[in-house]
């Protein structure tokens, strides 16, 4: 990350064509992308600098510059991993889904997404949260580093933050909190359930929450 800023600081800007397509920025377009073994669907962008292995399928979605996505995963529409962000192989990132990125401090925690996990559509995960193997986030689910993730699975609440447990199921929830106006919901995650053995790794988001009763 600090040589990605120290490049920005000595980069001029410059006019990049791609096709019918004119860009004003620092950084040239990522060439080579069928030799890569990677797919990209117009109009979506891997941004010059970042990695992404062979097998990767980015449909008009964004993978910014030092961004690492392992093979085998999908960026769906719309969707954003962010500058350093690290996704691991196998995984699904839903429609319209945020992955934060982090360019400063030098040396601040990116954002990982394991082997395997499934981003539900619309989800913001940020502040280098840690969404551990073959977890599934349902729709909407909104993870920073000081979100309350709760475990309510077991007669009593366990309280994650920064990090999702490999294979819990998690949906959108709230928390009751006391502020001097009055009571208020704050947003939360709530860990629903574990991904059984003998569910396949390729299930949709759906057919996993209804496993649990939840409908998407």
Known sequence: MKAINLYFALAE??????????????IPTKKNLAAAGVR?????????GAFVEPGVVVMPGYVNIGAYVGSGTMVDTWATVGSGAQIGRDV???????????????????????????????????????????AVLGANVVLTGSTQIIDVTG?????????????????????????????YQ?????II????????????????????????
Not at 186 to 190: E, F, H, K, P, R
């Open 13 to 26: 800007m410059q006019t990049i064509e791609a096709g019918p397509f004119e860009y004003n920025d620092k």
């Open 186 to 190: 704050l947003q939360s995650a709530l």
């Open 92 to 134: 699904h990132i839903a429609g319209g889904v945020g992955i934060g990125g982090v360019l400063e401090p030098p040396g601040a925690m990116p954002v990982v997404i394991e082997d395997g996990a499934f981003v539900g559509s619309r989800c913001i995960v940020v502040e280098g949260v840690r969404v551990e193997e073959e």
């Open 40 to 48: 990209v669907v117009p109009p979506g962008t891997v941004r010059y």
């Open 193 to 216: 359930g574990r991904r059984r053995a003998s569910t396949d790794q390729k299930t949709s988001l759906n057919e996993a929450l209804r496993e649990f009763g939840i409908v998407n």
């Open 155 to 183: 007669p009593d609440e366990v309280v994650y933050k920064g990090r999702v447990p490999a294979r819990s199921v998690v949906v959108a929830g709230t928390r009751t909190k006391q502020f001097p106006a009055g009571s």
